[in-house]
Every structure is written in C-alpha cells, then in structure tokens.
C-alpha cells in the first residue's frame, strides 16, 4: 500500500503573484482587515482596489476580513462581507450584487489531491451569482456555483452547484425548498 510522502509535495508551478506583491499585501491585510478595529470602509476598498480587486458600489467590509490576494477576487455592488469572513482565493472568487457574507463564512478555492503520493494542490474558481446568501460559519468549496438568490444555511458545507432561488443546509450541503422573496 502507498503512502503521502510530504517531501515531495511541489507546487512550484503556482505563481499568485511576485513574493513582493504577496508580502506587501500581507502586511497591509495584517494592519487593516485581519483586526477588529473598524477602519472606515472607504480607506479598506481604496486598499482592496490598489491591489487589484475589482470592486462595485456600497461594498461592507467589517472587521476581521481575510482575503488572500485581491488581485484574484471581484465583488459586485451592494455586497456585505461580515466578521471574520474568510476569503481563501487561491484562484478567483467572483461574486454578484447584494450578496451577503455573514459572519465567519469560508470560501476555499484551493484543496488537495489525497489520492495522489505527492498531495497535489488543487485550484478552482468560485462564483457566487447576484442575490445570494452565505450563512454564518458556512464553507464554500472550489468549483462551486451558487445560483441566483439562493441560500446556504449557517454552518453548511457546499461542495456542488447550487440551483437558483433554494435553500440549503447541512454537510454536505442539501436542498430543503425552494426561496420565494416577497
């Protein structure tokens, strides 16, 4: 029977940006977003756009927010981002208009391929369509879709499309009824 053998574990063909461009960006996420003091929301988007994020209107961003590299993420208007949310995009992470974000939500765009010796890393995208809400403590997976308006149920974990207008909930994640907005 095989074994993982760490020791030769080689991501060396992922390139997510100059080892410049990443450490100034930590450093800044360090100060500015990975704390709980409420920077105003202006001077956090000014920040994210410099770093290449592309950012609609009425964008909220509260405290204690990671994202890894916002050159890789884009959100539409009215979107909410809350506490302790972490954006872990390895690879792109789209998102649409009025989405929310609540509290402590996980969007993991990177994995690993257990099958393999090696532990391969893994990339995929995430797009979250307009309307959409991701529950407390919920995690999103790569290669994921949320359709329009739908909703993931605190703490569920996605790891398949979800379908426009349903709700969600569970581990995995499992459709419950279908949303009607009034």
């Not at 981002?81 to 789209?94: F, M, P, T």
């Amino acid at each position: 029977m095989r074994r993982t053998d760490l020791s030769k574990f080689d991501n060396s063909w992922y390139k997510p940006g100059s080892l410049a461009r990443r450490s100034l960006w930590y450093f800044i996420s360090m100060i500015f977003f990975k704390n709980s003091f409420p920077f105003p929301q202006v001077f956090k988007r000014t920040l994210l756009k410099i770093f290449g994020a592309k950012l609609g209107e009425n964008i909220i961003l509260k405290p204690s927010v990671n994202i890894k590299y916002p050159w890789f993420f884009s959100a539409g208007d009215n979107v909410w981002i809350g506490e302790k949310v972490w954006i872990d995009n390895l690879a792109k992470v789209s998102i649409g208009d009025n989405v929310v974000l609540s509290q402590g939500a996980f969007l993991l765009t990177g994995n690993h391929d257990y099958k393999k010796e090696t532990f391969d890393l893994m990339l995929g995208e995430i797009k979250i369509e307009e309307g959409v809400w991701v529950g407390a403590n919920s995690l999103v997976t790569q290669n994921v879709k949320l359709g329009s308006h739908s909703v993931i149920g605190a703490g569920s974990v996605v790891t398949k499309d979800t379908k426009p207008y349903s709700i969600y909930h569970g581990n995995p994640a499992a459709f419950l009824k279908k949303r009607v907005i009034s």
